[in-house]
């Protein structure tokens, strides 16, 4: 199976504090992988680097074959990073903000209203603004505006919060979906009962380092 | 294969539509900039309550003015990319930079430019200067360059000032000193439009070169250092 994700002996390190503190970790494609642990454990420094916003300072990495310490730049056009904001222009309705990332990307008009639809959010909130939306509808627009930018490896922080009890499965379906069609998904969560019946893999994160791992 | 050059046509593209619709949905160009830069043009005539003196220094309230409303025009720019962390997206996403840049400083360039042109008017009917044809003609070509290079300052600054702390002071004590010299070669070509304290239209044309040479300047040290400067 095709390995997406490699971490072998990982530090990093956030103001001088070693976020991770050598990690090792394979992923591989079709994947949903729950991280989880206690706050400051190093769960989403772990999405960071894997989206190459956070450098390495020893170990070695690869996502999608791309050297993390080398070219860790490179792999930003194939990750989907979804962190604790949700990325949105406030002043624009979540049509705009949708048609903005996909023209940003050169997706076509098909995709976005493909996105919208399997986000719900056509219809009457078309022409919302984004300031004028519930929290979990921001998060389902920034979740359209992902799934646009055709990301091969998504990387949630939280990704259930705000959300609803049907915005929720709605997520868990729509990254079921991601999977089957060659998506992986690495999620960070703290709501372990909701995100272990999807993910295929959950990995207990704790002091920067992996402390567990059960399928 | 989509080339480098291709991408950033594209991302370009993309951010100034963006920013244009962001203006376009929120008015605060219209309801809130312009009665801004209105209000000041006005104050300044107030101060200065003399035709003669107002005639002479129209140029350099015209361009203060404008340098006043560019900084609230470029803190807004960059606030709408803070507010949901909306710059980050886009840096995570690997969005081209240069692209980014260059769609930023092309809406804030048409913003400003809008601008002007209502500065303009109001500057011809307040400080009853009368330029000739040709005088307009140099106008107009002293507001098309200095705009270019403010677009261009102007997004460099605010990308420097977008995650700082402090951000509102922060912007005008950095953006001003650097757009000086904008504000004097624009103000010297203006007064040579407008024929004012003496000067000859053909004065200006000197001056349009050198805000041409600051535009490609700042234009160039914004292509190489927005990227970097983001990332930070």
Redesign the interface.
Known sequence: METVVELRGVVAVLSSFPALAGIDLAVHRGEIVLLHGPNGAGKTSVLRVC???LPIERGEGSVMGVNLRTQR?????RV??L???????????VA?NVA??A????ASAQEVALAMQQMKIDGRLTNV??SQLSAGQ?RRCALA?LMV?RASLWLLDEPHAGLDQEGRDELDAILRTAVMSGATVILASHETQRSRSLATRVITVDGGLISGSES | MTTRLQTVRRVSWAVVCKDLRIEWNSKVLLNQVAPFSLVVMIMFAFALDNEGILQRVAPGLLWLATLFSMLIIVQRSFAVETADGALDALRVAGTEPLGIFIGKSLALMVQLFALELMLLAVALVLYTVEPTATGYAETFATMVVATVGLGFVGTLYGGLGAGARGRETLLPLLLLPAVAPVLIGATRATEAAFESGGAQSSQGWPWIGLLAVFAGVFGAVGALAFGPMIEE
């Open positions: 989206a190459g916003l730049e490179s792999v930003r056009e989907g990073l962190g604790h904001s949700n990325g949105l222009y406030l002043e624009l309705t705009q903005f990332w023209s940003a990307v050169g603004k984004a921001r505006s930018r």
